[in-house]
């Protein structure tokens, strides 16, 4: 691509096949395959994100394993609820 030459009074840079390095057609080229791999490279990474992230909504336990707080506290709360309604709907028909 460059040639180099040392003088007395500095460092020759020469810039060697220019034309060719210059072409349009040469990048185009280039330029769509470099498109095409960042392209596959995306993808891979939305892929392997996606299999990180797929995790059950927070209201679903894995079978077998412990409950968490969180999870305990919302179903004790739709309890309480359905036994407020219960209660209330018991009232009206009173």
Same mark, same amino acid.
């Given at each position: 691509?460059?040639?180099?030459?040392?003088?007395?009074?500095?460092?020759?840079?020469?810039?060697? %096949?220019?034309?060719?390095? %210059?072409? =349009?057609?040469?990048?185009?080229?280039?330029?769509?395959?470099?498109? %095409?791999?960042?392209?596959? %490279?995306?993808?891979?990474?939305?892929?392997?994100?996606?299999?990180?992230?797929?995790?059950? =909504?927070?209201?679903?336990?894995?079978?077998?394993?412990?409950?968490?707080?969180?999870?305990?506290?919302?179903?004790?709360?739709?309890?309480?609820?359905?036994?407020?309604?219960?209660?209330?709907?018991?009232?009206?028909?009173?």
């Amino acid at each position: 691509m460059i040639e180099t030459r040392r003088t007395t009074r500095g460092l020759i840079i020469t810039i060697c %096949q220019y034309e060719f390095y %210059q072409d =349009p057609a040469r990048y185009g080229r280039r330029a769509a395959e470099t498109a %095409q791999t960042a392209a596959t %490279q995306r993808d891979r990474q939305e892929e392997k994100k996606a299999k990180k992230e797929k995790v059950l =909504p927070s209201h679903h336990s894995v079978a077998g394993s412990p409950k968490t707080f969180a999870e305990m506290g919302r179903e004790r709360a739709a309890a309480a609820l359905a036994q407020a309604q219960e209660e209330f709907l018991a009232d009206e028909q009173a």
